[in-house]
């Protein structure tokens, strides 16, 4: 029977009739028997590794240089035990894919284990820039000379015994410099002033333009040279240079590196830019709400505690006053190179100079507290290497830049313009609705003020009258009838004209006039009848004269309602803005709702005249709002006898990239409200001593809450909530027939509920404008629509989606600063290049990046990575297409596959039974099949039925810490038709189908009170007991515990749900009392450890585990790509680093050895988070990228036009840019002689044989 499962385990088409039972037996007793046969057969006929849980492990060749053939040796109960844990969750009886074994000849590496590896490159890397840094950080600098050499270029300072000496020098001679640089705002993007200190002297750069009073705007394109020079002396080529190991420190200084000429340079120089903001975060940074509530104490609004102490803001004066203290720093010469001009400049040069080397100063006493603190914190080498590196971006640029630019802003100014057109003819057709005050019986346009201005007159002066004219008056006086004139017979001229006492009778007379001209000649003049200031649009209603220009504003005056916009208030009324086919109305209080119809209790028999809701002023005649009962009538019998109410279901529309980007989840939504409003409360907050007081833990249960405090005060807000809710009339009713966010009773309309329009924070947010970015996904929907029939609305909410993309981004798009190129700044790779020409324009950008710009350690920048992908409905929105390889260069990259689920599945998987897939959540991510429905995200969306694309949105912020009311607030924002008792039961069913119950582990004395207290018999058999039990436990033993140190319980527990093992995991690191990430030993920020705040910040703390161990694994990816490029001689440098992608810039005839590189680079790093969890083994999925793009432009996939607005015809027929590659493993071995990265002949000249069909396969 043995040797029948064999065969058809060795026949991958039959292996699905083998028992499960079988399968590992076999596949282990075939392993061990070609292990033990050194002369066996082939590695193409060797068995695949397979691990206890049916994982598919790395092949054995691979497995022997990785792990040093170390094999794992499985505990039979603790497989068992899995194996129920898998059947529990109905996937052991699932079966993964089986994919072919990758068997090729890895670089070998150095020392007896993979972190030794690490270790020893690292080491080798950064050995340079580690010493320099140490120097600075002891050095103690020399005084700030008293005075400045007005000179252009670099003047050195040097202190010896005649006192200060100076000598100009082309560029400074230290490789260890603290450097600052200042900008005149106001002349544009180029430096002024510049200082660069070294244990041996000061350096002071001054802008040739500044000395030579020339103007930088003449500077259309800026070229290196008009940049600082900080290792190019004069009239010496890049290309002749030796580059040297150079270290420049600054706070925030990659704004510093965006001034500095070599660094624009495709082959650029061997300097690398240490940040001390990033330091600071990494040892001591806050939190976003830390960051909220420190400014608050700081401006005295609440009390400090502990870690307000021991943790700052980001600014240098901040992290001196913390780190250095002493006197505070002077920031007020500052404003001259804000609001200044180079005349400011120079008349308070010697100043300004001073001021930037006082910051250059302080720099280096911020740095010599931090760097022996980041060494302690952060001990391996890897994390100094990876920041190093990660501050090296650059991204190359061609003409595309500029023409994406003006694109861009052709296109918004033109449909915005379409747009306003639209809006103003809503606005005047609109006007027409005073005739006859139709407004007052229409749903929407009741609410405007319709109040209109009469035209002011004054009393005319009499004219003076000639004796031709007093005797015709005369004459006239006498014919006309005392009816005319009035008993007093005055003149007409001031009568008439006044008080327009001409009637239709009186008609007759005046045209019976001898000389009708002698009627006009008594007509006053203008000046004599109308006040000298004009009046704006008497007659018109009011609303209508605030969109439109008065005669004494400012600027060229332009007919009609100019003003009017989608982001002004009235644009939701006059497009007739609907909410599930309900009237929107905007209110003080609440902000943008929706008037439902059907209510009775608050009808009366008289119609309901309303208080406006603007103040009286004068000139203005306000009639009392009149409440349109019959038009809402009509709408409630529409909406009974042909309305459909829409099912409660999963809403299928295209939801906004930002909505459902994982990687935009804000540490706020991640909290729950009532936490934030406990922590801002106006007091003195408290804070726990040690993260070992279980006793308020305890109240962390449902994953939102964090303290007892923080529950009272949501209970407080629910019902001061409910109060103003209920206020007015019918403080209880509500519709049988809708649920939404309301009703709000206290806007007591009749025949009306108001509800709130939801806003994607929760409840406790008002919704400002229901036309802006947030709400796109709802209007796609049908949920918000416009019920006019006229075009014109609709083009109106058309266009406004097209242009909110880049009406946002246009101004961080234009801050980027691109630098161009001569001929002779480009390698001969490009010049050389069959692509190359010489009417194009080639440049680039240096991204201003923080390197570790959150206590996560994630990098921060606020353009390039906050892009979203292209859309063909979005102006702008192809911005990331605009970095552009040059000629006979291309973007090598890739996408971690699931880089933090991973994460936290390993975590789980460790922690569990240390076997890769043990886990549920584990196996999901390993074998998870989205064809069969048992990936993660598959299976979260089949648990709440919701769509797969919302439940990985869901996945992330569960292993972010947002616990259930996060959920709630999710699922109310993707469908709001749910009412809340369903989503909280959605909420609850998710979280204890994966984060399972919580229970408390109870200690040796624990379990000894339970005995006896009559609680045995409910500790299950680990020990634990559930949250009820454990309460009344803890209240029995509350006398007994305060005559003794013992706790009953050793923390917080989840079990039964699929990701209880990794919460577990999770929360035990974020709880010990020194929280470290398991692969590089990192630390988490003071601010956040148990000994500053106690059991507070728990969702944080998660999260940082998860997110701080991604960094972890960006950086060893940086290391290791760092090594192999330089040992293989391969031509490439770091590009950018998004999210969980990573993009490099190579040379053509090197990309497929980059992209094996890359290939090995996972394995590795992978490979190592494996080895630091004590797991010697990898399972073959997680191996490789799936796909390696090779491209010549930066784009989320290699096939994807980028068709927008602003590029209608795309990348490929509109630029000439086809497709790029996508390779994976299989392909990059063929096309690299099975993983060879040595360089060869054919590989140089980029031929190989196989690379055509590998191509079109892939494609």
Known sequence: MYRVFEALVRNSRAVDRVPLCYRWLVRHRCSSKIQNDSKAASSENEPKRFNPLEIQMLSTELHSQVFYGKSEAYDSETVKTC????????????????????????????????????????????????????????????????????????????????????????????????????????????????????????????????????????????????????????DQEWSSTKWKERLVVGHSVGFDRSFVKEQYYIKGPKTYFLDTLSLHMCISGLTSLQRSLWESAKAGRIGKVPWMLIGSGNKLIDLHNLYCGGDELDKSLVKIFIDGTLDDVRANFQDLVTYCAQDTTATQEVFAALWPKFLDRFPHPVSFAGMLEMGSAYLPVDRSWENYIRDADDT????????????MKLADETCNYLHGKRYEQDPWLWELDWSVQDIRTKKPKPPKKTKKTESCNKGINEDLPS???????????????????????????????????????????????????????????????????????????????????????????????????????????????????????????????????????????????????????????????????KEANESDSKFDDDELNVYSISEDQLWDRSELEEMRAPKTLTTKKSASNTGDLNETIDGGLETAQAKKVLRARSTTASAGAGAGTGADSRPDFYHGVGPYNDVNLPGVWFFRIPHKNGENYRCGNPLAKDYISKMEDGTLVSSSGDHSAHKTLVINKMISSWRNAQKRVRSQLAVWFDRTDLPPEITRSEKYSADEMYGAILPRVITAGTVTRRAVEPTWMTATNPREDRVGSELKAMVRAPPGYCLVGADVDSQELWIAAILGDAHFAGIHGSTAFGWMTLQGKKSEGTDLHSKTAETIGISRDHAKVFNYGRIYGAGQKYAEKLLLQFNHRLTESEAKQKAETLFS?????????????????????????????????????????????????????????DGRRWCGGSESEMFNMLESIAQSVEPRTPV??????????????????????????????????????????????????????????????????????????????????????????????????????????????????????????????????????GQGIPPGEALDIYDILKLTDNGILEENTETKKGKNPQKESIIQSSN
């Open 412 to 423: 918004y100014e033109d449909l915005e313009k379409e747009m306003k057109c639209s809006l």
């Open 83 to 234: 194996q129920q844990h898998l059947g529990v969750h109905n996937l052991w009886s699932k079966t993964g894919s089986v994919l072919p074994d990758v068997d090729f000849q890895l670089p070998p590496l150095q020392g007896s284990n993979i972190d030794e590896h690490f270790r020893t490159i690292a080491e080798e890397q950064s050995r340079p820039y580690f010493e320099k840094a140490q120097m600075l950080a002891e050095t103690t600098l020399s005084a700030i000379p008293d005075e400045w050499n007005f000179s252009p270029g670099w003047t050195k300072y040097v202190y010896g015994d005649e006192g200060l000496v100076t000598s100009p020098v082309d560029v400074p001679e230290d490789d260890a410099l603290i450097f600052d640089v200042e900008v005149c705002m106001k002349e544009g993007p180029f430096p002024v002033i510049a200082v660069a200190v070294s244990p041996k002297a000061w350096y002071c750069w001054v802008s040739p333009s500044l000395v030579e009073d020339k103007n930088y705007n003449m500077f259309l394109r800026p070229s290196p040279k008009l940049y600082i020079p900080l290792e190019l002396p004069k």
């Open 483 to 645: 009816t005319l004139f009035g008993s007093t017979g005055k003149d007409v001229t001031s009568e008439v004209l006044e008080d327009e006492m001409i009637d239709d009778n009186n008609i007759e007379v005046v045209e019976g006039l001898k000389n009708s001209s002698d009627i006009l000649a008594r007509i006053p003049p203008a000046a004599d009848v109308m006040w000298k200031r004009r009046q704006k649009l008497p007659g018109y209603p009011n609303w209508y004269r605030s969109l439109c220009m008065g005669p004494s504003d400012k600027g060229e005056w332009r007919e009609g309602p100019v003003s009017i916009s989608p982001q002004c208030q009235v644009a939701p009324t006059l497009l007739r803005m609907t909410w599930d086919g309900f009237p929107l109305l905007y209110n003080r209080k609440h902000g943008w709702g929706y008037l439902v119809p059907g209510r009775t209790d608050n009808l009366t028999s008289s119609p309901m005249t309303l208080p406006s809701n603007e103040e009286d002023s004068v000139d203005t005649q306000k009639p009392e709002l009149v409440f349109p009962t019959r038009a809402f009538d009509n709408l409630w019998k529409k909406h009974s006898m042909n309305a459909t109410p």
């Open 993 to 1049: 189908n994966t984060k399972g119950v919580a229970k408390f582990l109870l200690t040796d004395f624990g379990k000894d009170m339970a005995q006896r207290f009559g609680f045995g018999e409910d500790v299950d058999e680990n020990g634990c007991v559930v949250a009820k039990v454990y309460y009344q436990l803890l209240r029995k033993t509350a006398r007994r515990r305060r005559t003794t140190e013992n706790s009953i319980d």
């Open 1080 to 1213: 590089l030993d990192c630390r988490i920020s003071k601010s956040l450890e148990p000994s500053a705040v106690g059991t507070e910040f728990m969702t944080s703390r998660v999260n940082w585990v998860v997110q701080s161990s991604a960094v972890d694994y960006l950086h060893l990816m940086l290391v290791c790509m760092k090594w192999l490029f330089t040992k293989y001689n391969i031509d490439g440098r770091f590009c950018i680093s998004i999210h969980d992608e990573v993009r490099y810039l190579v040379s053509s005839k090197d990309k497929y050895r980059a992209a094996l590189a890359l290939q090995i680079t996972n394995l590795l790093t992978r490979a190592m988070f494996a080895h630091k969890l004590g797991m010697n083994d990898l399972p073959q999925s997680v191996a490789f990228f799936s796909a390696v793009d090779i491209d010549t432009v930066l784009r989320k996939e290699v096939s994807l036009d980028c068709k927008t607005p602003s590029n209608p015809l795309g990348l490929h027929k």
